[in-house]
């Protein structure tokens, strides 16, 4: 099947910080990605849909100032946390269906492990 | 707004044994239903995809069954090895985003 890439695996930064999460498809044109976040024991949670080349669709409750994502390109779409906070420890995961199989199985990136201290 | 629930939340099983994994959703109105393996701390990997014009999928040990107008899809394991030990998710898609059950977590005791 195909493969969606997501870097890092897993990252610890200080409160108050930015970091960014990729999420590539690595053998296919993605125009629209996930964002899922997952708190433990929980089961995945949609924050938003990233478009390629336009704004991305946030989930209710979801604060979009927070959770930045860029799509500039058929294969790449990033997910940045901004000023983080303890709270926002979490596993995030992305996936992305491929167009050109004509259904919509999707395919999850590793996911991340972020820990915010 | 859909709903997805999966029955049991835990099952804890000898190896070898037959089990059947549960899940229901609220709104027949879906594109397909995934079937997921998650181990702890790790992503997802795709076990089954049914289409919704379909009524079930196999792939060696499972084998996943969909009956939409009912709402519900088991995902049935055949002699089941500790390896399997894992949570499994189901979800069902509207052909855009997925809506995730809570999954069921699985022990299989060698």
């Known amino acids: 099947g195909a493969v969606v890439s997501q870097h890092p695996s897993w990252v610890i930064c200080k409160s108050g910080t930015s970091v960014k999460i990729e999420c590539r498809s690595l053998?296919?044109?993605?125009?629209?990605m996930f964002w899922y976040r997952q708190f433990p024991k929980q089961s995945l949670m949609l924050m938003a849909t990233?478009?390629?080349?336009?704004?991305?669709?946030?989930e209710q409750g979801v604060e979009k100032d927070k959770f930045l994502i860029n799509h500039a390109s058929l294969t790449l779409s990033t997910l940045t946390v901004t000023s983080a906070h303890p709270e926002d420890s979490s596993f995030y995961i992305c996936?992305?269906?491929?167009?050109?199989?004509?259904?919509?199985?999707?395919?999850f990136g590793q996911g991340t492990r972020l820990t915010v201290v | 707004k859909q709903e997805v629930t999966q029955i049991p939340a835990a099952l804890s099983v000898p190896e070898g044994e037959n089990l059947v994994l549960n899940c229901s959703f609220t709104?027949?109105?879906?594109?397909?239903l995934q079937w997921f393996r998650q181990d702890p701390g790790k992503g997802l990997t795709s076990l089954l995809l049914?289409?919704?014009?379909?009524r079930e999928q196999t792939s060696g040990r499972l084998n996943a069954s969909l009956d939409k107008s009912s709402g519900r899809s088991t995902l049935y394991i055949a002699a089941s090895q500790p390896g399997d030990s894992a949570t499994y998710l189901c979800?069902?898609?509207?052909?855009?985003?997925?809506?995730f059950g809570p999954g069921t977590r699985l022990s299989v005791l060698p």
């Open positions: 053998d296919f044109q993605a125009t629209t």
């Open positions: 979800a069902v898609t509207d052909g855009q985003n997925f809506v």
């Open positions: 990233s478009n390629e080349g336009s704004k991305a669709t946030y």
């Open positions: 709104d027949s109105a879906i594109y397909n």
């Open positions: 049914i289409q919704s014009s379909q």
């Open positions: 996936s992305a269906s491929d167009p050109s199989t004509g259904n919509t199985e999707a395919f």
